[in-house]
T-cell receptor, first 114, second 113 residues
Framework: GAGVSQSPRYKVAKRGQDVALRCDPI?????LFWYQQALGQGPEFLTY????????KSGLPSDRFFAERPEGSVSTLKIQRTQQEDSAVYLC????????????FGSGTQLSVL | AQSVTQLDSQVPVFEEAPVELRCNYS??????LFWYVQYPNQGLQLLLK??????LVKGINGFEAEFNKSQTSFHLRKPSVHISDTAEYFC???????????FGTGTRLKVLA
């Protein structure tokens, strides 16, 4: 596709519900990142994939957060038993190689946990 | 650990006036520096980047930034802003050979008519 696509654009969940956020990176991009952006803050690193391999998940806040990229393209970020503090914009980004020289970001999924 | 400080959370400026958005970073090793812009309801878009070489970096939409190693700064400038420059601007740092970006908290630029 022309850019990084994320869905849904908005998600409202009741506390305790599970949610799944989808990211379609630019076709052929090797690297894929998930970031969390709380209100009034900059994006914070969650996890990084190179192809289908999750090389770094050090930023995931708890074991309720899980990310996968089984075929090295589309990625899903899953949050189990959502809590109010999970409310944020979740950004996906991809880059062409393993290089960190330029990231292409999606528009994000705004998650609100009530 | 690396960190990025954007001292100004909001900067109002009149149209056609110059603007400077400040960014300071902390790192003891070679860094890559970036400015990203986020328009309302859109993803972050790369404005410019410093990897090596000339310390004055020119980006899109008439923006430029200067890497100052001694002051550990990477301030963003534009000599004459337009209404369409109204957006949030994020400074970010990473290191050669790594993939993890550290972002600042952002500066909201509001251009007034």
């Amino acid at each position: 596709g022309a850019g990084v696509s994320q869905s849904p654009r908005y998600k409202v969940a009741k506390r305790g519900q599970d949610v799944a956020l989808r990211c379609d990176p630019i076709s052929g991009h090797v690297s894929l990142f998930w970031y969390q952006q709380a209100l009034g803050q900059g994006p914070e690193f969650l996890t990084y994939f190179q192809n289908e391999a999750q090389l770094d998940k050090s930023g995931l806040p708890s074991d309720r957060f899980f990310a996968e990229r089984p075929e090295g393209s589309v990625s899903t970020l899953k949050i189990q038993r959502t809590q109010q503090e999970d409310s944020a914009v979740y950004l996906c980004a991809s880059s062409a190689t393993g290089s960190n020289e330029k990231l292409f970001f999606g528009s994000g999924t705004q998650l609100s946990v009530l | 650990a690396q960190s990025v400080t954007q001292l100004d959370s909001q900067v109002p400026v009149f149209e056609e006036a110059p603007v400077e958005l400040r960014c300071n970073y902390s790192s003891s090793v070679s860094v890559y520096l970036f400015w990203y812009v986020q328009y309302p309801n859109q993803g972050l878009q790369l404005l410019l980047k410093y990897l090596s070489g000339s310390t004055l970096v020119k980006g899109i939409n008439g923006f430029e930034a200067e890497f100052n190693k001694s002051q550990t700064s990477f301030h963003l400038r534009k000599p004459s802003v337009h209404i369409s420059d109204t957006a949030e601007y994020f400074c970010a740092v990473t290191r050669s050979g790594t993939y993890k970006y550290i972002f600042g908290t952002g500066t909201r630029l509001k251009v007034l008519a």
